[in-house]
């Protein structure tokens, strides 16, 4: 079954940086497209960025020149590089799949931007 745990969120002062992983499994990941989702408290999830199986890439305007998609194919991971961090991107951030119609999520990681 589809599975993906993600992993390096954390406590990070304002203009720090953070990576986010997350490891898939249970599909073939190079073929699909992934995505990292964001919500925080009182808000409703939003798309950060998105990365097609060739590689393109797409980023919300918040986070577009501070914030990095990538993939490895061959360790079935997907990754967040998250820099200049300000303290509106604290928030729970998620990894997403979509196959056959149906949204797969990982559990999510904690991501706070604070002084």
């Known amino acids: 079954q589809v599975q993906l745990v993600e992993s390096g969120g954390g406590l990070v002062q304002p203009g720090g940086s953070l990576r986010l992983s997350c490891a898939a499994s249970?599909?073939?990941?190079?073929?699909?497209?992934m995505s990292w989702y964001r919500q925080a408290p009182g808000k409703e999830r939003e798309l950060v960025a998105g990365?097609?199986?060739?590689?393109?890439?797409n980023y919300a305007d918040s986070v577009k020149g501070r914030f990095t998609i990538s993939r490895d194919n061959a360790k079935n991971t997907v990754y967040l590089q998250m820099n200049s961090l300000k303290s509106e991107d604290t928030a729970v951030y998620y990894c997403?799949?979509?196959?056959?119609?149906?949204?797969?999520w990982g559990q999510g990681t904690q991501v706070t931007v604070s002084s």
């Open positions: 997403k799949t979509s196959q056959l119609a149906k949204d797969f």
């Open positions: 990365i097609s199986s060739r590689g393109s890439t």
């Open positions: 249970g599909f073939t990941f190079s073929i699909y497209y």
